[in-house]
Every structure is written in structure tokens, then in C-alpha cells.
């Protein structure tokens, strides 16, 4: 099954100065994974549904990841 979100672990080396970012990650569209928009694709019931979201179909609905929180913010 494909994800939107793609997460990673750079390397760290031992003789980096500064406190790395233990994991990264990225998001990639979904219509990366769809292809060809298939026609009567279903979309959302209201307007209001639709402008909240960007656009009118809930398949290529993408939110914005919610940032990781580092272990020194925590």
C-alpha cells in the first residue's frame, strides 16, 4: 500500500557537531499513485467540503503533515 509520507534515518557521524535530526521525512501528492483520474471518481457531498479541503475530490486530498516534535521540545 502506498503512503503520502516517506520517512528516512540519515546518517550520523560521530564526529558531527551539531545535534542531528534523527528522522526526516517528506510527503508526496497522491495523484503520484493514481495515474489517470478515473472518470466518476466521487467527490465531496458540499462546496464547503470541497473549498476546505482545496479540491473536489476526497482521493487526491493531501493535508499538510503534522510536524515531529524533537525529544529536546518534548
Known sequence: ???Q???WKPYI???D???P?????????PQLYMGFQPPGLPQFQTP???LMAGTLWP????PYPIPLKRRDEA
Open 1 to 3: 500500500m502506498f503512503t
Open 5 to 7: 509520507y516517506k520517512y
Open 13 to 15: 557521524s560521530p564526529f
Open 17 to 19: 557537531p551539531c545535534k
Open 21 to 29: 535530526i534523527e528522522v526526516k521525512y517528506y510527503s508526496t501528492p
Open 48 to 50: 464547503r467540503e470541497a
Open 59 to 62: 482521493q487526491l486530498f493531501s
